[in-house]
T-cell receptor, first 116, second 112 residues
Framework: NAGVTQTPKFRVLKTGQSMTLLCAQDMNHEYMYWYRQDPGMGLRLIHYSVGEGTTAKGEVPDGYNVSRLKKQNFLLGLESAAPSQTSVYFC???????????????FGEGSRLTVL | LAKTTQPISMDSYEGQEVNITCSHNNIATNDYITWYQQFPSQGPRFIIQGYKTKVTNEVASLFIPADRKSSTLSLPRVSLSDTAVYYCLVGAQAGNNRKLIWGLGTSLAVNP
């Protein structure tokens, strides 16, 4: 049981290049999330998904796209990378919950992206 | 959306009890309060979650007053390995609208 796995762990891009970050979870979780973490900013939600085939925007969705074609995978894409997207990206997943309970988020180890 | 405020940093010594308070004045009725721990170069890890009153598990306690405008994470007898950043998270789910707001975190340093 690997939990949440992110690939790649490190990547350096030039401005304007594109790339995709892959998140895979083996816990059969309904919900998946992509966050970015920057110094002094805390974690900010980029996009999330409440089930296979669904996605929704978070706090900072501009410049990113996502897809959830399979329940276990959540892809984060950068079509034209910018230096402002230099950050550490975290994927997380959780079970479906009822009412307002957000449930426990299980995080991957992060992907460090540098855009030059 | 409920935002949170917590101290930027705290210092403690091994064996002491540490209490970290988080302020969330505009918490909504459906919001739960969750705390996470994060070590350098790792993703956050769930510690505890509660809605009201007190919740206790094997690693921490969470105290929530009746008005729910604040919460306190209590770590009993900390050790050096508890040095980490602690995040207070207030969020809720309403159908497919899922909003999770993170605080900036409290950097806890445990000294020998």
């Amino acid at each position: 049981n690997a939990g949440v796995t992110q690939t790649p762990k490190f990547r350096v891009l030039k401005t304007g290049q594109s790339m995709t970050l892959l998140c895979a979870q083996d816990m059969n979780h309904e919900y998946m999330y992509w966050y970015r973490q920057d110094p002094g900013m805390g974690l900010r939600l980029i996009h999330y998904s409440v089930g296979e085939g669904t996605t929704a925007k978070g706090e900072v969705p501009d410049g990113y796209n996502v897809s959830r074609l399979k329940k276990q995978n959540f892809l984060l894409g950068l079509e034209s990378a910018a230096p402002s997207q230099t950050s550490v990206y975290f994927c997380a997943s959780s079970y479906r919950t009822s009412g307002g309970n957000t449930g426990e988020l299980f995080f991957g180890e992060g992907s460090r992206l540098t855009v030059l | 959306l409920a935002k949170t405020t917590q101290p930027i940093s705290m210092d403690s010594y091994e064996g002491q009890e540490v209490n970290i308070t988080c302020s969330h004045n505009n918490i909504a009725t459906n919001d739960y309060i969750t705390w996470y721990q994060q070590f350098p170069s790792q993703g956050p890890r769930f510690i505890i979650q509660g809605y009201k009153t007190k919740v206790t598990n094997e690693v921490a306690s969470l105290f929530i007053p009746a008005d729910r405008k604040s919460s306190t994470l209590s770590l009993p007898r900390v050790s050096l390995s508890d040095t980490a950043v602690y995040y207070c998270l207030v969020g809720a789910q309403a159908g497919n609208n899922r909003k999770l707001i993170w605080g900036l975190g409290t950097s806890l340093a445990v000294n020998p």
